[in-house]
């Protein structure tokens, strides 16, 4: 990108980049896209990014070469980016003045690259059970998921999780829920729910009901739900108060429906609601997550797949609401190990 806009998104060759101190050069297999990255190429979203900027967060790949002092890898070890990459564990940075956020593709400059070099602190290592595509998914979305109800919720069996949406955190939220024996609910179009089933959610509610509220209490015996994975912002989060069990907890995490969040007082006090502010997680938890999956075999759903020049394409399929994930597939190299 030479500036802000669809239109300024252009491929441009480069010398590929060499690694210093402490940093590793990664060939990149795939890339997956999030709302977060169309954000931010079509608007900005008022991050101090410095053109030309490449855009992206999500990568995985291989280490073909690395600096001096590198003894987190070797070359040849298959790797993936840490979405906030300076997080290693513990409470965010920042304040409450001024909260940090500095992630790849974002603050600092993204991934959408052949090769890319990074600090080694800023990748860790990609679960054996998943191919570049499927692995490229779990920086930000899986992540972020497994925050919420894992790290910050300590989600157990029993326990009854609403979701609301089909997108990349969504299924991966179904996906942890069910790994943790939770009941899960799914807020979704009827056209995505026999998928939804497929993948383990154990009840459909349409979005599109006047009565949401209605069917869940019919669903849940009047209980509601204990978690609650709040996707979309705005005035729903109001709606997730209502939905919430008496002690229940609410993970707002998007804001397709705005930034200005609106909820009756009455429903989060009365029933003693947890609201937690998600935004993605550390890499302590991130190493956690990666080898769950890895125990489990959990695969991430792919919506659908582009080669790096039909960027546009995968960005025009992220505005339709996908059902998983948007995965960019880097160029063949005719070395199939990543080298040089």
């Given at each position: 990108?030479?500036?802000?806009?669809?239109?300024?998104?252009?491929?441009?060759?480069?010398?590929?980049?060499?690694?210093?101190?402490?940093?590793?050069?990664?060939?990149?297999?795939?890339?997956?896209?999030?709302?977060?990255?169309?954000?931010?190429?079509?608007?900005?979203?008022?991050?101090?990014?410095?053109?030309?900027?490449?855009?992206?967060?999500?990568?995985?790949?291989?280490?073909?070469?690395?600096?001096?002092g590198v003894e987190r890898f070797a070359i040849g070890d298959r790797v993936i980016?840490?979405?906030?990459?300076?997080?290693?564990?513990?409470?965010?940075?920042?304040?409450?003045?001024?909260?940090?956020?500095?992630?790849?593709?974002?603050?600092?400059?993204?991934?959408?690259?052949?090769?890319?070099?990074?600090?080694?602190?800023?990748?860790?290592?990609?679960?054996?059970?998943?191919?570049?595509?499927?692995?490229?998914?779990?920086?930000?979305?899986?992540?972020?998921?497994?925050?919420?109800?894992?790290?910050?919720?300590?989600?157990?069996?029993?326990?009854?999780?609403?979701?609301?949406?089909?997108?990349?955190?969504?299924?991966?939220?179904?996906?942890?829920?069910?790994?943790?024996?939770?009941t899960a609910i799914l807020s979704c179009s009827p056209e995505k729910g026999d998928?939804?089933?497929?993948?383990?959610?154990?009840?459909?509610?349409?979005?599109?009901?006047?009565?949401?509220?209605?069917?869940?209490?019919?669903?849940?015996?009047?209980?509601?739900?204990?978690?609650?994975?709040?996707?979309?912002?705005?005035?729903?989060?109001?709606?997730?108060?209502?939905?919430?069990?008496?002690?229940?907890?609410?993970?707002?995490?998007?804001?397709?429906?705005?930034?200005?969040?609106?909820?009756?007082?009455?429903?989060?006090?009365?029933?003693?609601?947890?609201?937690?502010?998600?935004?993605?997680?550390?890499?302590?938890?991130?190493?956690?997550?990666?080898?769950?999956?890895?125990?489990?075999?959990?695969?991430p759903v792919i919506d659908s797949r582009f080669p790096l020049s039909g960027l546009?394409?995968?960005?025009?399929?992220?505005?339709?609401?996908?059902?998983?994930?948007?995965?960019?597939?880097?160029?063949?190299?005719?070395?199939?190990?990543?080298?040089?």
């Open positions: 990108m030479d500036g802000i806009g669809r239109d300024r998104l252009a491929l441009r060759e480069r010398p590929i980049p060499v690694p210093g101190r402490h940093e590793v050069l990664v060939a990149v297999g795939a890339v997956a896209l999030n709302h977060r990255d169309k954000m931010v190429i079509e608007s900005g979203r008022g991050l101090p990014l410095s053109f030309p900027f490449t855009p992206g967060s999500d990568l995985a790949g291989r280490i073909v070469a690395t600096g001096e980016s840490c979405f906030t990459p300076e997080w290693i564990d513990g409470l965010r940075a920042g304040t409450a003045r001024t909260p940090v956020y500095r992630t790849l593709g974002g603050f600092f400059a993204g991934v959408l690259a052949d090769y890319v070099v990074l600090p080694d602190h800023w990748l860790i290592a990609a679960p054996a059970t998943l191919d570049d595509v499927q692995a490229s998914t779990l920086p930000c979305a899986a992540l972020t998921a497994w925050f919420a109800l894992v790290e910050r919720g300590r989600i157990r069996a029993g326990d009854t999780v609403l979701i609301r949406g089909t997108g990349g955190v969504a299924l991966f939220a179904l996906q942890f829920a069910k790994m943790h024996g939770a998928h939804a089933r497929a993948l383990g959610a154990d009840q459909i509610i349409d979005r599109h009901r006047t009565d949401e509220l209605d069917a869940l209490y019919a669903l849940t015996g009047d209980r509601g739900a204990d978690h609650i994975v709040e996707t979309v912002g705005g005035a729903h989060l109001g709606l997730s108060a209502q939905a919430a069990a008496v002690g229940g907890r609410i993970y707002q995490i998007g804001a397709l429906d705005g930034f200005d969040l609106s909820s009756p007082a009455m429903p989060l006090m009365m029933k003693d609601v947890t609201i937690h502010g998600i935004a993605t997680g550390h890499r302590r938890a991130f190493e956690d997550m990666v080898r769950a999956v890895e125990r489990v075999r959990m695969e546009p394409d995968a960005l025009d399929r992220l505005d339709t609401g996908p059902f998983g994930k948007i995965v960019i597939e880097m160029s063949d190299r005719t070395n199939q190990d990543g080298s040089i």
